[in-house]
């Protein structure tokens, strides 16, 4: 059977071929479309319009066909991450074995390439890539398919060890060490955005601290997430990249399974945002637009002029860039206040599982999955009086 129905409503056509090529694999949307692409796959067959044979193919022949029938279909993937991944197979994997054909990559070319992602080449001014984990990963994966579809006889990277790069290890001990802030840090640089930079920039920062959320999570913020009523906030949605428009939609979910929470916001950070939302009303109107429940908490005008869309990634990094720069301060960054929140409760002895439930992490899914799945009331208010006591800790 050529047309094979899938669960998420799609169609996938396969068709045979010939002995000497790849079986014709695509989607679509709707079965009359399908049954459209199949006849022109079994035209160019009759034409003898049909890829080269398998032994003829490059590695990045091979990844586009891991990339459209393997990657984006059975990852589960979405969004950022889909973008991020064809920005390293591009930009790092591609120029060293892109016109290579896949069943010539030997062992020494995938030892030497790793070694280089890992170390670089200080005579070639080629520095190493601190990402190199990923490369080699992203390799492992098309040459894992090329094996399952025969393209070769061996996987070679199946027989590699990782290269461990100590120095850069080291620094990055480092960096983790220095994203912690104090709290004589943060109230200047919140005094220095409150004075030079916008309200919503203040309002941004300000929760992000107080909240332990990541940019992640607070982008897809709307006003139906906030109860200030109950003084919570819904952390459970994501935006990811919609590939055919390349703008953000808001979906359910997180990062992870863990990750969607309802978290306990203090009285300052509801009366800030009461604040916010007034003003933003006002600036919405002037554009001709309904502030609703559904309206983002925090958005920008694009360089096209587009205006609404939810708030930029960078948008916080480059004003607390720019704010370091000015004053000479160390440079405060969106993670590392997420990483100050959870030391400073683990420093004030708060319960590991309740700080855990406020910012959506685990050592092991099944501690998480306790977690969520046994929060009592006492837990909930637990969670409260852990926020109120950061509040009073950083007064």
């Given at each position: 059977?050529?047309?094979?129905?899938?669960?998420?409503?799609?169609?996938?056509?396969?068709?045979?071929?010939?002995?000497?090529?790849?079986?014709?694999?695509?989607?679509?949307?709707?079965?009359?479309?399908?049954?459209?692409?199949?006849?022109?796959?079994?035209?160019?067959?009759?034409?003898?319009?049909?890829?080269?044979?398998?032994?003829?193919?490059?590695?990045?022949?091979?990844?586009?066909?891991?990339?459209?029938?393997?990657?984006?279909?059975?990852?589960?993937?979405?969004?950022?991450?889909?973008?991020?991944?064809?920005?390293?197979?591009?930009?790092?994997?591609?120029?060293?074995l892109?016109?290579?054909?896949?069943?010539?990559?030997?062992?020494?070319?995938?030892?030497?390439?790793?070694?280089?992602w890992?170390?670089?080449?200080?005579?070639?001014?080629?520095?190493?890539?601190?990402?190199?984990?990923?490369?080699?990963?992203?390799?492992?994966?098309?040459?894992?398919?090329?094996?399952?579809?025969?393209y070769?006889?061996?996987?070679?990277?199946?027989?590699?060890e990782?290269p461990?790069?100590?120095?850069?290890?080291?620094?990055?001990?480092?960096?983790?060490k220095?994203?912690?802030?104090?709290?004589?840090?943060?109230?200047?640089?919140?005094?220095?955005?409150?004075?030079?930079?916008?309200?919503?920039?203040?309002?941004?920062?300000?929760?992000?601290?107080?909240?332990?959320?990541?940019?992640?999570?607070?982008?897809?913020?709307?006003?139906?997430?906030?109860?200030?009523?109950?003084?919570?906030i819904?952390?459970?949605?994501?935006?990811?990249?919609?590939?055919?428009?390349?703008?953000?939609?808001?979906?359910?979910?997180?990062?992870?399974?863990?990750?969607?929470?309802?978290?306990?916001?203090?009285?300052?950070?509801?009366?800030?945002?009461?604040?916010?939302?007034?003003?933003?009303?006002?600036?919405?109107?002037?554009?001709?637009?309904?502030?609703?429940?559904e309206?983002?908490?925090?958005?920008?005008?694009?360089?096209?002029?587009?205006?609404?869309?939810?708030?930029?990634?960078d948008?916080?990094?480059?004003?607390l860039?720019?704010?370091?720069?000015?004053?000479?301060?160390?440079?405060?960054?969106?993670?590392?206040?997420?990483?100050?929140?959870?030391?400073?409760l683990?420093?004030e002895?708060v319960?590991?599982?309740?700080?855990k439930?406020?910012?959506?992490?685990?050592?092991?899914?099944?501690?998480?999955?306790?977690?969520?799945?046994?929060?009592?009331?006492?837990?909930?208010?637990?969670?409260?009086?852990?926020?109120?006591?950061?509040?009073d800790?950083r007064?």
């Amino acid at each position: 059977m050529a047309i094979i129905p899938m669960k998420n409503g799609k169609f996938k056509i396969n068709v045979y071929m010939g002995a000497d090529a790849p079986r014709f694999i695509e989607y679509a949307d709707t079965k009359a479309e399908a049954q459209l692409i199949e006849n022109e796959a079994k035209g160019r067959k009759l034409r003898g319009e049909i890829k080269e044979k398998t032994n003829d193919y490059t590695f990045e022949d091979v990844y586009k066909q891991w990339w459209e029938n393997d990657y984006t279909v059975y990852g589960g993937l979405q969004g950022e991450t889909i973008v991020n991944t064809e920005k390293i197979v591009r930009l790092h994997i591609l120029p060293h074995l892109g016109k290579k054909k896949i069943r010539k990559i030997s062992l020494k070319d995938l030892e030497q390439l790793q070694i280089l992602w890992a170390f670089g080449k200080p005579e070639k001014n080629i520095k190493p890539y601190a990402n190199f984990k990923l490369c080699i990963s992203y390799t492992r994966m098309i040459m894992k398919y090329a094996l399952k579809h025969r393209y070769i006889q061996t996987n070679h990277f199946d027989l590699l060890e990782k290269p461990v790069n100590r120095e850069m290890n080291e620094a990055k001990e480092q960096k983790r060490k220095e994203k912690y802030y104090s709290v004589e840090l943060v109230e200047k640089t919140q005094k220095i955005i409150k004075a030079e930079c916008c309200l919503q920039t203040y309002t941004i920062f300000t929760l992000m601290y107080s909240l332990g959320a990541g940019k992640g999570e607070v982008r897809p913020l709307v006003w139906g997430d906030v109860n200030f009523e109950e003084k919570t906030i819904a952390l459970t949605h994501k935006l990811i990249k919609n590939m055919t428009t390349k703008k953000f939609e808001r979906v359910s979910g997180g990062k992870n399974v863990y990750r969607p929470r309802i978290v306990p916001i203090t009285d300052a950070v509801v009366t800030l945002l009461k604040e916010w939302k007034e003003i933003q009303a006002l600036m919405l109107e002037l554009q001709g637009i309904e502030q609703t429940p559904e309206q983002f908490l925090f958005t920008y005008v694009n360089r096209y002029g587009e205006i609404n869309l939810p708030i930029h990634p960078d948008w916080l990094n480059d004003r607390l860039k720019l704010v370091a720069e000015k004053y000479n301060l160390p440079n405060i960054t969106p993670h590392g206040l997420r990483h100050t929140f959870v030391s400073d409760l683990l420093n004030e002895g708060v319960n590991d599982w309740n700080i855990k439930a406020l910012v959506g992490h685990a050592q092991t899914s099944n501690m998480i999955y306790e977690v969520y799945g046994h929060m009592t009331e006492r837990g909930r208010k637990e969670n409260i009086e852990a926020i109120h006591t950061l509040e009073d800790l950083r007064k």
